[in-house]
């Protein structure tokens, strides 16, 4: 079994001190998985930058030549107030969605049997238009577009755990039933979107599952969310390929959010997901680094996808919060979703 690994040491050029998202992130990802030994058993390749035309599959044009215009300008800038980018943000943000395309293709040709990709900046709240929420580039939009139309693909699943909604690539594909976008994201919090009633539009309808989950939501929500929707959901639509958003901002410890997932209970998420793809697809399953701002976390939670892939024991240094603030139920939610989308 080979299991690849995709990264660029240049993906730490895209940097803005005492930024959330900044390139201190991916160097403690880089650090725990080489001290891990997992860089030892995986098949490590560089990403290559995406190509202007698969960027254009997903992204309008003006938006692309803002994007290469705001590089060429010397200096940092802002595209609002969360999302910058500086002179080397625009080439670093192909490499970042190129490594998705470059896994999702190796695995579909068989060339690898999973793959994770661990670049920045993140993708998921890349609209058509515009970037937003630190991210440039729709990374999993681009790759999931670039195997339809390189693969002939007709079922794409994106599975989004961030504890940000995907909004940008939900938008993307919200009119389409080649790809089914699920997403378990906090709510109320940036980008304030990813209700219950959003499924779709057109032929689209029923493509899109989200599961707005309350603040304090930990292992047990969440696992119990998989259980009862993502995966009989998962299964009707049957994916020709599974794309996973693996934010980590859901951690306990994490400081821009409010949710309460242990290390150990995201590997319970990554090997659910795992066991679908191993199911329904022969194992075609690749894991995309988002989000996630206490770097501890999210180091140990990349490294713990590597171990999920090579079927290996997960870790959880991290342990448990010191509090005990009760999780939610969440019953109501759930019998709304199976209501809505017939589960």
């Known amino acids: 079994m080979t299991t690849l690994y995709v990264t660029h040491p240049r993906c730490a050029e895209h940097d803005l001190p005492f930024h959330p998202e900044h390139a201190g992130r991916i160097r403690a990802v880089w650090n725990r998985i080489e001290e891990s030994g997992v860089l030892e058993r995986v098949q490590a390749v560089q990403a290559e930058p995406v190509s202007e035309a698969q960027i254009l599959a997903v992204h309008d044009a003006d938006y692309l030549k803002a994007l290469q215009s705001s590089a060429q300008q010397g200096q940092t800038l802002h595209l609002d107030s969360d999302t910058y980018i500086n002179p080397q943000s625009y080439e670093i943000s192909r490499l970042s969605a190129g490594g998705v395309v470059l896994a999702a293709d190796r695995v579909l040709t068989g060339a690898a049997d999973n793959a994770f990709v661990v670049t920045r900046p993140p993708g998921h709240h890349a609209v058509r238009q515009r970037g937003m929420g630190f991210c440039l580039l729709g990374n999993v939009a681009i790759g999931a577009q670039a195997m339809i139309d390189t693969h002939r693909l007709e079922r794409v699943l994106i599975v989004d755990y961030d504890v940000h909604h995907g909004n940008g690539t939900e938008a993307i594909f919200y009119d389409r039933p080649d790809v089914m976008f699920i997403s378990t994201h906090q709510y109320?919090?940036?980008?304030?979107?990813?209700?219950?009633?959003?499924?779709?539009?057109?032929?689209?309808?029923?493509?899109?599952?989200?599961?707005?989950?309350?603040?304090?939501?930990?292992?047990q929500r969440y696992i119990e969310v998989f259980e009862r929707v993502i995966i009989p959901a998962a299964r009707r639509y049957r994916p020709q390929l599974i794309l996973v958003s693996a934010g980590y901002d859901a951690h306990w410890a994490d400081p821009l959010?409010?949710?309460?997932?242990?290390?150990?209970?995201?590997?319970?998420?990554?090997?659910?997901?795992?066991?679908?793809?191993?199911?329904?697809c022969s194992g075609k399953i690749v894991f995309v680094m988002e989000g996630g701002y206490y770097v501890e976390a999210l180091a140990y939670g990349m490294v713990n996808v590597g171990h999920i892939l090579l079927g290996e024991a997960t870790v959880d240094p991290l342990g448990e919060p010191d509090d005990s603030i009760p999780e939610p139920s969440l019953t109501a939610l759930i019998e709304q979703v199976q209501r809505i989308h017939k589960l």
């Open 188 to 219: 109320p919090l940036y980008p304030m979107t990813g209700a219950v009633r959003d499924i779709g539009i057109g032929k689209g309808e029923g493509c899109t599952l989200n599961l707005p989950m309350p603040k304090h939501c930990g292992d």
């Open 257 to 280: 959010a409010q949710m309460r997932l242990t290390l150990n209970g995201f590997a319970e998420l990554g090997l659910r997901l795992k066991a679908l793809a191993d199911e329904l």
